[in-house]
């Protein structure tokens, strides 16, 4: 018989029948009884006497339309592994005790890297990260969140007697779900945060009550328990990374060299930065993972460049990355400029506007190593594309790309140098970032010619759009007129011929022929064409030093990231420039796009690219950071307090470590002896070999056993009471061994777990608890879990009450680290 992990796919069905004549079964049955041979099993129940099979009657398994799963405690674990396994972004790191100790620290370090960023203004007088919010920058009907009683409805703040004494002092007045509460306003500074849900509602569900905060305890300690899941996958991610080798690149004087060549002189940040990359690549051996965030045009891309140079100087090849053909044929441009004193360096461009036998030229060119730097877009991440000897991918704008195309870029980050860069980074970026699981650098000082651009937010109007475009051409200008959509390109197009007949305008979107939309470009850059009106293809990209006016028409319908890459393209050059955003009717306008506009309007200054990321993901919400969707538990404590929590939890990262015991050192001790019915043996294959796969995929992982369960089902149907007594006690035993239990026993009305866990994490393992039932019945005393049940259970009822217990309490390790 097969091995029943020999692979994950179903197994054929065999014949469900046998002859009880069958020699087999009752040669496999003996062995397995021999005593030379009961030592190889000796931690499984014992087996029924050999009178057992003497029987006529063959074994009938239930059909699997009498089964029903949610009464089937196997089948419902089972689903929950096989959920938690589909759920992991990378697969469970298995390393020793001492190895373990060695990434934790690593870890650590590189978080309070990542926690001192925060550090400023976000910085509380005991050194923690504090969200909490200033009661006098509330306004009425402001929704906050106070920590110990909940959700409310800011009032105000009134001057009120103070109950000892007959002085008047200020008063922060919050309304909840059963009446007024008053806070002093010194003391409100300490305990409450600005409340926001990670969604488009900014009203909660409900507003606590002041007499009953168990609900609002309830809502904390689900938003406490995704946070400890989110530090965990955020741990086994990086420490996935850490584990990934690859050779330090070689410095080379040549890099020294090509740093010369650049025409300007770097500012302070964009030094570090260089630094910064270059000691990713030539000092580390572990692939690179790093963030350059910095505004348009303080030089982003030389950085990009002299990592390019590292890299193709070690006979590596280096992908650039770009979400538009527009901006990946700009980097095309860029690179081949600053590439053009080395003849041996081949630079290609690849992208859906090229012919099928160009494609194809340039697919065989990247396969045979014939290209050193590939510029293109997502084609460049198809199955198709095969590379040589791959060093370092340069990802442009990531917030740009669909969900398929991060997924693919998130693969190469296992085996090659990644280097990401960003204006405007998306949320989850920017917060792996500031807790130090991903390496930044930030660029925030702008280039000594630089001057902010000047922001105006209005109504729209012909008049005044006019009025600007005319303002900028008669000093020698040039404008972007940017609509949301193609089908408002037209009428753009007609109202300004209108009003300048005698002016070049052209129009440039996505759905445009490449030569067309090349020859546009083209002729705006060269100053050719005056007014280039267009869609946000231009967002990324575009930098043409004599265009300083930009018009962006239904501003509302644009996100603040976008709005602000589109700001970014005038302002270039040392001429003043101007930003003109129209919306049609502040009436029609949500709460969160005049949000997003008063947000960009306010973030006028140069390089406050990173501000305003995190100032975006306050308006929009969570959207996907790491991993968890908008809506749910983080959600209903509010963003402030729930970033208030996430930092509290990667301080004490080390408190969320439980240590698993040996499979084999794990004692069952429940009196239990189930005796398989001889009809069952009979209906076996080989018993033996079975039995024994059962303990070795036990001893190896709970996935494993899993595995070998439902392969056992789906090859002999469900398994008879005694069999599955057996495969609860392989389950108790496995899960026993992952949170660190190494004996579980019964006294009278009294279930013991002898264990090596802390109470700290005995507090999250229960917190984690979905069943009041279990919940509230376990205590930790000394080295001991202990519950007291009502009444002395039969054996097999407390067998399956210890079972779910300890699956409820397995299921926590979702929010603890494994090692």
């Known amino acids: ?110 978080q309070q890297r990542g926690l001192q960023k925060l550090k400023g203004d976000r910085e509380a007088k005991d050194g923690t990260i504090s969200y909490k919010v200033d009661p006098y920058t509330l306004r009425s009907g402001d929704y906050v969140v106070h920590k110990k009683v909940g959700i409310g409805r800011f009032v105000g703040i009134k001057l009120d007697v103070s109950k000892n004494s007959t002085e008047h002092i200020e008063y922060v007045f919050i309304e909840y779900a059963d009446g007024m509460a008053k806070l002093p306003a010194k003391q409100a500074s300490k305990m409450l945060y600005r409340y926001c849900l990670p969604n488009e509602s900014k009203k909660p569900r409900t507003l606590s009550k002041l007499n009953d905060i168990s609900a609002w305890e309830k809502r904390k300690i689900k938003g406490k328990v995704a946070i400890q899941k989110m530090v ?53 051996e572990t692939p690179m993972d790093r963030l350059i965030c910095g505004d348009v045009g303080f030089g982003k891309t030389e950085v990009a460049l002299r990592a390019i140079h590292c890299v193709i100087a070690a006979k590596k090849q280096a992908m650039v990355l770009a979400p538009t053909i527009v901006l990946a044929k700009q980097h095309f441009d860029t690179i081949s400029e600053r590439f053009s004193v080395y003849p041996d360096i081949k630079v290609g461009l690849l992208s859906r506007f090229q012919t099928k036998s160009e494609k194809e030229t340039y697919l065989e060119r990247i396969k045979n190593g014939d ?10 991440l198809g199955n198709r594309v095969v590379y040589s000897n791959l060093g370092l991918l340069v990802v442009d ?107 070049e305008i052209a129009v440039a979107h996505g759905k445009q022929y490449s ?71 502040k009436k029609l306008l949500s709460e969160q796009a005049l949000e997003r506009l008063v947000a960009l309007e306010e973030c006028r200054e140069l390089g406050q690219g990173f501000q305003l990321a995190e100032r975006d993901m306050g308006i929009r919400g969570f959207g996907t950071i790491f991993g968890e969707q908008q809506t749910g538990d983080i959600g209903n404590v509010g963003i402030d307090l729930f970033f208030e929590m996430l930092f509290e939890s990667l ?9 698993s015991v040996p499979y084999h050192s794990v004692q069952v001790d429940l009196n239990i002896n189930p005796h398989l019915p001889s009809e069952y043996i009979n209906h076996l294959e080989n018993p033996m070999e079975i039995i024994n796969e059962a303990e070795q995929v036990a001893e190896k992982d709970i996935w494993s056993l899993m595995q070998f369960t439902e392969n056992l089902r789906r090859q002999y149907g469900k398994e008879p009471q005694p069999m599955e007594v057996i495969l609860k006690m392989l389950y108790l035993r496995r899960m026993a061994a992952d949170i660190g239990v190494t004996k579980i026993y019964s006294s009278g009305k009294t279930v013991c777990m002898k264990t090596n866990m802390t109470k700290t994490i005995f507090k999250m393992m229960t ?26 259970l039969p054996k097999e009822q407390l067998l399956n009450w210890t079972f779910n217990c300890m699956a409820e309490l397995h299921a926590s390790l979702a929010s603890l680290i494994k090692y």
């Open 1 to 110: 018989m097969a091995s029943f992990l020999s692979t994950p796919q179903p197994i054929p069905t065999p014949f469900l029948t046998k002859l009880t004549s069958s020699p087999k079964p009752w040669k496999n049955f003996f062995i397995l009884n021999h005593p030379l041979h009961r030592k190889t099993f000796k931690n499984l129940p014992p087996f029924p006497p050999l009178n057992a099979v003497h029987t006529q009657r063959l074994y009938a398994p239930p059909p699997p339309s009498k089964i029903d799963p949610e009464n089937d405690p196997i089948a419902v674990l089972n689903d929950r592994i096989r959920r938690e396994y589909s759920e992991r972004k990378v697969s469970r790191t298995v390393m020793d005790a001492k190895e373990a100790d060695k990434y934790i620290q690593m870890v650590k370090e590189q």
């Open 651 to 659: 301080s004490k990262v080390e408190d969320h470590r439980v240590v």
């Open 371 to 380: 290209l050193d730097i590939i510029v293109g877009t997502h084609a460049l």
């Open 515 to 585: 030569k067309q939309l090349e020859d546009t470009m083209e002729k705006f850059a060269l100053g050719e064409i005056k007014i280039l009106i267009s869609t946000n293809i231009v967002e990324s990209g575009l930098d043409i030093q004599n265009a300083n006016t930009i018009i962006i028409q239904d501003v509302q319908q644009f996100g603040l990231a976008q709005l602000y890459q589109l700001r970014g393209r005038v302002g270039r050059a040392d001429k003043e420039a101007y930003a003109y955003l129209f919306y049609p009717d």
């Open 397 to 503: 704008e990531e917030q740009r790309f669909g969900v398929k195309q991060k997924e693919r870029i998130a693969s190469f980050k296992t085996s090659v140098d990644v280097l990401t860069l960003s204006a405007t980074p998306i949320p989850r970026t920017l917060y792996l970032a500031l807790t130090g699981f991903r390496d930044a650098s930030l660029i925030s000082t702008p280039p000594p010619e630089r001057v902010p651009i000047k922001t105006q937010l209005s109504s729209f109007s012909k008049e005044n759009a006019i009025s600007a475009i005319k303002y900028e051409l008669d000093r020698g200008g040039q404008v972007f007129y940017v609509l949301p959509r193609i089908k408002g390109l037209d009428e753009a197009m007609e109202f300004l011929q209108e009003a300048f007949p005698d002016v």
């Open 767 to 792: 917190e984690s608890m979905t069943s009041d039932l279990y919940k509230d019945s376990l205590v930790f005393e000394g080295n001991q879990i202990k519950a007291e049940l009502l009444l002395e």
């Open 232 to 284: 965990v996958d955020l741990m086994e991610l990086y420490l996935h990374r850490l584990r990934q080798r690859r050779p330090p690149y070689p410095r080379s004087p040549a890099v020294a060299e090509f740093a010369a060549k650049f025409a300007y002189e770097p500012t302070p940040d964009q030094k570090q930065a260089f630094i910064d990359v270059e000691n990713d690549l030539t000092k580390r």
